[in-house]
T-cell receptor, first 110, second 113 residues
Framework: KAGVTQTPRYLIKTRGQQVTLSCSPI?????VSWYQQTPGQGLQFLFE???????NKGNFPGRFSGRQFSNSRSEMNVSTLELGDSALYLC?????????FGPGTRLTVL | AQSVTQLDSQVPVFEEAPVELRCNYS??????LFWYVQYPNQGLQLLLK??????LVKGINGFEAEFNKSQTSFHLRKPSVHISDTAEYFC???????????FGKGTRLHILP
């Protein structure tokens, strides 16, 4: 089976812009979770989608949003980017028990 | 609410020496436990998992972990580390009650030559 894929791998944006990141889960997996990873805060949970519905949500402002399509692919969107949004954004799809992670999208906000 | 504590943010160890990375969790119900590894500029990769049964779990790359229910711990061990083990290690717990997976803040393993 192909693993979790994320696009793009690297992204540079400026403050105030918006960005959309994409994640394709492992075939057959219906749950997709998003995480933000920064040196200072570690791995922080953003949200989880299951069968196109948001199932869990972390403590992030409303500028961070996501959605999941019928084929389980997921996108997350960050509007009005701030410098502090610079991070590695990881997507994970969930099998029966454990999560499988993609390589991440490195977002740099200038 | 459940939580995961990785007591050491960084652990330096000499090559070929043994290492233990500590993980404690708080949960009053049954849990699944995981260790993930993250190499530089990569995503997280599952090292091993505990679901049930034997409390000693063996994973990839020579790592193993022991589940201790009374101490709510799941420490990761390797008898002899290699320079290629340089990475960040994350402990995670899945609460069977609400099906959420919670990650610890990670431990950076530095292998000294």
């Amino acid at each position: 089976k192909a693993g979790v894929t994320q696009t793009p791998r690297y992204l540079i944006k400026t403050r105030g812009q918006q960005v959309t990141l994409s994640c394709s889960p492992i075939s057959g997996h219906r749950s997709v979770s998003w995480y933000q990873q920064t040196p200072g805060q570690g791995l922080q949970f953003l949200f989880e989608y299951f069968s196109e519905t948001q199932r869990n949500k972390g403590n992030f402002p409303g500028r961070f949003s996501g959605r999941q399509f019928s084929n389980s692919r997921s996108e997350m969107n960050v509007s009005t980017l701030e410098l502090g949004d610079s991070a590695l954004y990881l997507c994970a799809s969930r099998g029966e028990v454990e999560q499988f992670f993609g390589p991440g999208t490195r977002l740099t906000v200038l | 609410a459940q939580s995961v504590t990785q007591l050491d943010s960084q652990v330096p160890v000499f090559e070929e020496a043994p290492v233990e990375l500590r993980c404690n969790y708080s949960s009053s119900v049954s849990v699944y436990l995981f260790w993930y590894v993250q190499y530089p500029n990569q995503g997280l990769q599952l090292l091993l998992k505990y679901l049930s049964g034997s409390t000693l779990v063996k994973g990839i790359n020579g790592f193993e972990a022991e589940f201790n229910k009374s101490q709510t711990s799941f420490h990761l061990r390797k008898p002899s580390v290699h320079i290629s083990d340089t990475a960040e290690y994350f402990c995670a717990v899945s609460d069977l009650r609400d099906d959420k997976i919670i990650f610890g803040k990670g431990t950076r393993l530095h292998i000294l030559p």
